[in-house]
């Protein structure tokens, strides 16, 4: 089993920051893929970036790059989300994700091919 605890949202202007984290638990995590998604109200959740625990390498999607940064912290288990320029339009629930291996870019972003989840923390960005 895998525990997923994520902590750092809150209550941010527009153009302001945030640092997620996302702490881990259970397994040893040399070769997972951990992923950060985000559900706003009324629709699906959506990937927001992925990092390859092994080597680090991340991945974004477009809307954010340039943003946000994702990183992970091998001696902690842990990964975070540095949020910087926030919009309202990023207002959303933001989940981390485990995969059991290294997912190839082109999985990345489907929701089932991660096999843990964190219970989810609040970002809202006001205007």
């Known amino acids: 089993q895998v525990q997923l605890v994520e902590s750092g949202g809150g209550l941010v202007q527009a153009g302001g920051s945030l640092r997620l984290s996302c702490a881990a638990s259970?397994?040893?995590?040399?070769?997972?893929?951990m992923g950060w998604f985000r559900q706003a109200p009324g629709k699906e959740r959506e990937f927001v970036a992925a990092v390859w625990w092994s080597s680090g390498s991340a991945y974004y999607t477009d809307s954010v790059k340039g943003r946000f940064t994702i990183s992970r912290d091998n001696a902690k288990n842990t990964m975070y989300l540095q949020m910087n320029s926030l919009q309202p339009e990023d207002t959303a629930v933001y989940y981390c994700a485990a995969g059991l291996r290294e997912l190839a870019a082109i999985m990345l972003r489907s929701l089932s091919m991660y096999d843990y989840w964190g219970q989810g923390t609040q970002v809202s960005v006001s205007s």
């Open positions: 259970g397994r040893t995590f040399s070769r997972f893929t």
